[in-house]
């Protein structure tokens, strides 16, 4: 299972880059996640459901996901199935002033051990990648 994590400092409140970057906003920030629904629950506490669209490759897939964490300017995490299975974490600190952003994504690829050799050549370096480049979106339109 493929264990990225990507951070970034960005120059604003906690509460500010929170609000920016919660799982329902996903889509306006990130580069592979193109639709996230709450399906059940209120979006703001553990226990929410959510379909989750991505794109890492040139197909769109479905991920069914359960939120294991949110609390208010701090955590959000969730586990996920479909196309991927896995987990993740963002987590939101003080830092100089403005917001130390964590994000860590776990995953076990889709097509067994072809997928699982896929994700050590190519895949994990692609989502990375997208990881960095995403939270790079998020400092930029949260630093006008």
């Known amino acids: 299972m493929p264990r990225l994590k990507a951070v970034i400092d960005i120059d604003a409140t906690r509460e500010h880059v929170f609000a920016a970057a919660e799982f329902t906003k996903m889509p ?8 996230v629904a709450v399906t059940e629950g209120d979006g703001k506490s553990a226990g929410t459901k959510d379909k989750t669209f991505i794109q890492v490759t040139p197909r769109t897939n479905k991920l069914e996901s359960i939120w294991t964490d949110y609390r ?29 952003v ?8 889709p097509f067994g051990p072809i997928g699982k050799l896929g994700a050590f050549l190519v895949m994990g370096r692609v989502v990375q990648n997208n ?5 790079d979106n998020l400092k930029a339109a949260l630093e006008l």
């Open 72 to 100: 208010q300017g701090e955590a959000i995490a969730r586990t996920f199935t479909g196309y991927l299975s896995g987990d993740e974490r963002i987590t939101f600190t003080p830092n100089n002033g403005g917001t130390r």
């Open 28 to 35: 306006e920030w990130t580069i592979h996640v193109k639709e």
């Open 131 to 135: 990881m960095e480049s995403s939270l």
């Open 102 to 109: 964590e994000w860590q994504y776990n995953y076990t690829p």
